[in-house]
């Protein structure tokens, strides 16, 4: 894997970006011309410049750090994700004499999460597909046994039935085994 370049800027008090480091400018291809002032902001997302902007206007005004994640596009024209922080510097008094800050390039690991949500949620998919499928097994075979039972006492039935003279008793006790049965498979399935 290829170094993460340390991107480094920093802004006036009023938040006018003044200085880029040269891996920032090289990692987005600019000039320090194209990127004062509020020229950075030519290099966001366009779904993500208005909020960061704004997140970065607030950020000036209370003078709390800053941190963001956006997408930033690099030399090559590609938008990879970035988080940029910064941080006031101030005087003896607590005003802001100049902001620092750095963006990282996080686009890697930005698409490894991803790759993991969606791992993540086949295995889940996967999970309730094996849990449905053993529970399908388990009521199956807890059915076969009345359903098999039934059969049996039919035929039995049948056979008491067929002598001479028929065993009408014990052809009555095989029918009450198969509505028995036949309760309890229904039981299963319900």
Known sequence: TEAIPQLIWSATPDGAMDYCNRQLLKY?????????????????????????????????????PFEVECRLRRADGRFRWTVSRGMPLRDGDGAIIRWYGTCTDMDDWKRAEGAL????????????VMTVGELTSSIAHEINHPLAAIVMNGNAALRWLALDPPDVARAR??????????????????
């Open 28 to 64: 987005t291809g600019k000039t320090l011309d194209e990127m004062h002032g509020d020229g950075w902001v030519n290099f966001l997302h366009p779904e993500d410049a208005g909020h960061i902007t704004e997140s970065w206007r607030t950020t000036v005004k209370t003078g709390k």
């Open 117 to 128: 949500r969606e791992t993540q949620g086949e295995l889940a998919h996967l999970n309730r």
């Open 173 to 190: 006790s095989s029918a009450e085994s198969i509505i028995s049965d036949g309760d309890r498979a229904s039981q299963v399935i319900s």
